[in-house]
Every structure is written in structure tokens, then in C-alpha cells.
């Protein structure tokens, strides 16, 4: 039926969610999300543009005594969200999966949170393309929802390129591009017309 008005949320998995100017919670000022599930129930999303504080590949791995034949070294860790901060998430490309558990996000992206993954890194057997996160972004059902409607995030397609090929200072601004806005034309201030 056209027309017709649902209560049912639009399915935003493997989208980005783009922090807006002006957004009041510091941790996503200037974010890039991409959303790894979205349903009714909530969304769980990780952060794709902040590097986590005083920590790299190298010290995480060495601290939780996995092996670094693949000398990671400096690579950064990044701030997946403010939820379970002590938990670690690996988004990466789909030519891998871990023996344990996988979620395949898109055709393009798969999340692993099992330690397999980082002990594959550290032999530089796991996947091509990935990032590493510590901790997540989560909203409760209708949450999410409410702040798109609210003018907290804008949405764009989640490409690979983006994700991998970036560095974290410039994914914002082309997550921005990919929706054919500028920066200079965003206010900070919501409403309705």
C-alpha cells in the first residue's frame, strides 16, 4: 500500500551513520558509525574514525599475550563506542572468517569479537582489509530512530573504500561527500520547517 505509515524502523545495517555539527555527546563529535545491526529491538554500531588513547596493535597484543610475527606494531586501535570498552571488535573484509563466529555485515563487511581473529592478525594470516575497535556504540529500540529524526545523524552508503582506505581525519568529511554535502553547509542547529 502507498502511503501507508508503519511503526516499523527502516533496516540500517551496513549503513554509515554520520555525526552532524553541533552533536552534543563529545564521544561521537565528528563520527563515522557504521551500523553492524539494526532492528526493532536497537542498533549496535562501531565507531570507524577514532583512535582509541594510548594504545596500538603492538600493546594489545602484548597484553593479551598473542603472538606479533606480523610485526602490527604502531597500527592503531580505535574507540568503537562507549560500551564495553574492554571488549575488542575487528571489522574486516569478507575474505576471512573466524572459525568461532563471524557476522557477515554486508556482502563487503564482516565483524569478528573473538580472540581467533587477533591471533590471526598476529600471524598475518587474517584478513586483507580490517580495523580494530575497542568497545561499541549501542542505542535501545526506537533510540536511533529518534535521533535521525532529531537531526543527530545524517546516513550514507558504508563503501569499503571508505572504511579502509582513509585515514581517520578525512572519513567524516567523504562520508559527507558521498551524499553530495559539503561541511560548510551543515548547521549545528536542528529543526523543522
Request: proline share 6%; aromatic share 6%.
Amino acid at each position: 500500500m502507498t502511503g501507508e505509515i508503519t511503526d516499523k524502523p527502516t533496516e540500517l545495517t551496513g549503513r554509515l551513520l554520520i555525526a552532524m555539527p553541533g552533536m552534543e555527546d563529545p564521544r561521537f563529535e565528528w563520527g563515522v558509525v557504521l551500523l553492524c545491526d539494526h532492528s526493532a529491538d536497537g542498533a549496535m554500531g562501531l565507531i570507524i574514525n577514532k583512535p582509541a588513547q594510548d594504545i596500538d596493535m603492538s600493546a594489545l597484543l602484548t597484553q593479551l599475550d598473542i603472538e606479533n610475527t606480523a610485526d602490527l606494531g604502531a597500527l592503531p586501535v580505535r574507540y568503537g563506542g562507549p560500551v564495553e570498552m574492554g571488549r575488542g571488535f575487528v571489522l574486516h573484509s569478507p575474505d576471512y572468517a573466524s572459525a568461532v563466529t563471524t557476522l557477515e555485515v554486508t556482502d563487503d563487511l564482516s565483524m569478528t569479537a573473538t580472540l581467533d581473529v587477533l591471533e590471526d592478525l598476529g600471524k598475518g594470516q587474517g584478513p586483507e582489509k580490517w580495523l580494530m575497535m575497542l568497545g561499541y556504540a549501542g542505542w535501545g529500540p526506537g533510540q536511533l530512530e529518534h535521533e535521525i529524526a532529531e537531526n543527530a545523524w545524517l546516513v550514507c552508503e558504508a563503501a569499503p573504500s571508505l572504511i579502509f582506505g582513509l585515514t581517520d581525519t578525512d572519513k567524516w568529511e567523504a562520508a559527507l561527500e558521498t551524499l553530495g554535502v559539503s561541511p560548510m553547509m551543515l548547521s549545528s542547529e536542528g529543526g523543522r520547517a
